[in-house]
């Protein structure tokens, strides 16, 4: 009976130590990486070598560069004679509370000037215009028309159609989208005092279907919104371009090329990892890019 608990207990010791191998097997050193530059002020259009030291699993580079929030959509309008009744509406601190309290609490900036505008039953397109000055940083972007339809018995009120609505982030290089006129989820508002049947709804005819402004023959005044889906301003930062893979050979070098001038704050992420943990390190450095 000694001999056998003798036994177990050698066998668990052993297996103890097995399991405190792998696990020392298992964890991660903090890697050991850094980075740096000949110069930090180069010319738009240069290689820029970043040379790398140390060894680490995986390599993540950003170059801090932000894209550009750009806002196009066409529109047309038909039947009466009232002016200015379409604004282009954007706002940072709207709550999703689509009532007219919710948007009366807002703070929204009129940017209507930077488009150009239906006028008449042809579909203008906009243009296309910035709108990344409108982003602060943390909070999503909310883009909405609004109609204003004044009471009057001899200017009268008219109907407007909205299409091709869409929102795309413009980095160096590439151009990807990030809201789109037949998938997002419009939200309208038209307020309680507007005639029976006036405001905004969605229309099926045009090419993918339309946002339409009816005010149906309404004298008295008219107020409208149409809310598209908030905007992840997150997309303004491009996604990091790894550069290691836990498979690759440590690479000395990696090089880059700024096709804009200004400054940007580039950063290298470096991680050890294994099944059980990651440890990462951060080198940023910053770099003038000059015109």
Known sequence: MKNILNYAFVLI???????????????????????YTLSDTYNVGDTIRFILEGKADVITFYSGEVGDLQLSFAS????????????????????????EAGINTATWHDITDRFLLGINTTLRPSGTASITD??????????????????????TQRNWWVNHFKVDVALPGSVSNVALHTSVDWKFVNFAGNATGAGWGWSADGPGGRLLFDPAGSTTYAE????????DTDALQPGGVPIKAVI????????Y???????????FEAVNVTALEEKKATRTISITIEP
């Not at 130590?17 to 903090?30: F, G, H, N, P």
């Not at 409208?224 to 905007?231: F, L, V, Y």
């Open 224 to 231: 409208g919104w149409a809310i598209a889906d908030p905007i």
């Open 134 to 155: 409108l982003v602060i940083e943390g909070h999503p972007l909310y883009i909405a028309f609004r109609y204003v339809g004044e009471a009057s018995a001899t200017a």
């Open 13 to 35: 010791s052993m297996m103890t130590i097995a399991s405190c191998d792998r696990y020392e097997d298992l964890k991660v050193s903090q890697p050991d990486f850094d980075v």
């Open 76 to 99: 047309q309008v038909r039947f009466g004679s009232q002016e200015n009744q379409l604004r282009v509406m954007a706002s940072s601190d709207f709550k999703g509370n689509y009532t």
């Open 248 to 255: 690759d050979r440590q690479q000395k070098e990696y090089h």
């Open 257 to 267: 090329v700024f096709n804009q001038s200004g400054t940007y704050n580039t950063r």
